[in-house]
């Protein structure tokens, strides 16, 4: 058996919606809004470059049904640079690539073998020993265990089993479709296991060695951090090496900007200015998509959370003085807490005993229902499906007495900003 490397890769979600973006322009907002397709040709340039033996796509190639031919034409694009090189491609379906089957398809090059959703189907390449086992999703609801029919190991292989699979419900946000336990996957007597639905990627075991090949790139404020694919050395029928294969052109964070220490609105936003600035020595040439969070108890606190507009424009104008596709503010989130009761606490109290009230009133929860339910309906997909931030959730799920509670939050915090 030869040496050679491979990728793996999956959950790459080509074309996804992504939120946040609805009538802003820009380059940033553009790069965003490309990110995905970038990524993934980035991929693809490296494993010509690299000259790797093939590549695996574990699942969500696609994110569901295609909004037109595009994404199809781009994605066989890539597939015949990757056959003029000789490298072929092994796609298995997942559950969001499921959701596309019957509507939109297009021809692939003869280089990229798709397992079939029927049964496990394996693939040979002669000439590196290897054998591909897999079986794509029919449904997208994928709950039964497609690991346990997967067939034993071809002697004289180095055989790779490629499994769209949440592992039987691992922490985070996904569904936990064909659900199977490591245990099963280590004593299958496979030598690599190429999984992919987890959008965090790791190796889980080693020797067999189990992994997760994460996301290629991030597309909203849940997916933070690097993304990657993985880049699989084996030598003498055993792995010699993973390294990732770090592809995202925009890289999403979290940007904590402590504010306790600030006296005046103003101290506020140079520490903004000087959080954001820090960030960008991190994001390698990448764009960084922010979401900055407010913290610390200060006397400002009713004046930030008025003040909400204002503070995501000069968030917004930091990052552009920095050059057009540097840094992007998705938004800004004020978790602060105020230091002293206000002078005016018993009105502030009396209202929030009002609006306690109100949460368990049922004809004002149906005058607010009939009110919201027109706006809700004309709200745009992305923003009805970004269900990150707490008020909105509330009004989308009809939560009246949630919503309410959100905004006796935010009233209380206008009325304890003290007058000067």
């Known amino acids: 058996m030869s040496s050679f490397q491979f990728i793996h890769t999956g959950d790459i979600h080509l074309d996804s919606p992504l939120k946040g973006l609805s ?12 990110a995905t397709r970038t990524a993934f040709e980035d991929l693809v340039t490296q494993a010509i470059d690299g000259q790797v033996a093939f590549m695996v796509i574990a699942g969500d190639l696609y994110d569901g049904d295609w909004r037109d031919f595009q994404t199809g034409v781009f994605f066989v694009r890539q597939m015949g640079r990757l056959r003029a090189a000789n490298i072929p491609v092994f796609v298995l379906h997942g559950n969001h690539d499921a959701e596309s089957q019957i509507t939109k398809r297009l021809t692939l090059p003869d280089s990229v073998q798709v397992f079939s959703y029927r049964k496990p189907q394996t693939f040979k390449l002669e000439d590196h020993g290897v054998a591909l086992h897999g079986q794509s999703f029919r449904l997208q609801a994928t709950t039964d265990n497609l690991a346990a029919a997967y067939p034993p190991p071809i002697k004289g292989y180095f055989n790779i089993g490629v499994l769209h699979t949440a592992l039987g419900g691992m922490k985070g946000p996904h569904e936990n479709y064909a659900p199977c336990t490591l245990d099963e996957l280590v004593t299958r007597g496979y030598d ?4 992919a639905h987890v959008h965090q990627g790791g190796v889980l075991h080693e020797n067999p060695h189990v992994v997760f090949c994460g996301n290629l790139q991030g597309r909203h404020i849940r997916e933070v951090g690097p993304k990657s694919a993985q880049l699989v050395t084996v030598r003498h029928s055993a792995i ?8 995202d052109v925009v890289r999403w964070i979290r940007l904590d900007v402590p504010v306790g220490d600030c006296g005046r609105f103003g101290d506020v936003i140079d520490q903004i200015k000087h959080s954001i600035g820090e960030a960008t020595r991190t994001a390698q040439g990448r764009l960084l998509a922010c979401r900055i969070q407010l913290s610390g108890a200060t006397p400002l606190h009713g004046q930030l959370l008025a003040s909400a507009p204002q503070l995501l424009a000069e968030a917004k104008a930091a990052a552009l003085a920095l ?4 840094a992007w503010i998705e938004r800004v989130v004020d978790a602060t807490a105020p230091t002293t009761m206000p002078s005016n606490a018993s009105a502030i109290n009396d209202l929030k005993v009002l609006l306690a009230q ?3 009133d049922c004809d004002l929860q149906a005058e607010i ?3 919201l339910g027109d706006l809700v309906r004309r709200l745009p ?9 707490p ?30």
């Open 358 to 360: 109100a949460a368990s």
């Open 240 to 247: 010699e090496a993973i390294e990732r294969l770090h592809t």
């Open 391 to 420: 008020f909105l959730e509330a009004v989308i799920a009809k939560q009246l007495p949630t919503m309410i509670e959100q905004a006796s939050s935010y009233l209380g915090a206008r009325l304890a900003v003290e007058k000067p």
């Open 369 to 371: 229902a009939d009110d």
């Open 192 to 195: 690599y296991w190429a999984l």
């Open 323 to 326: 050059g057009e596709d540097v």
């Open 381 to 389: 997909h992305e923003v009805a499906n970004d269900l990150d931030d």
């Open 23 to 34: 009538g802003q322009e820009g380059p940033a907002v553009e790069r965003i809004r490309t």
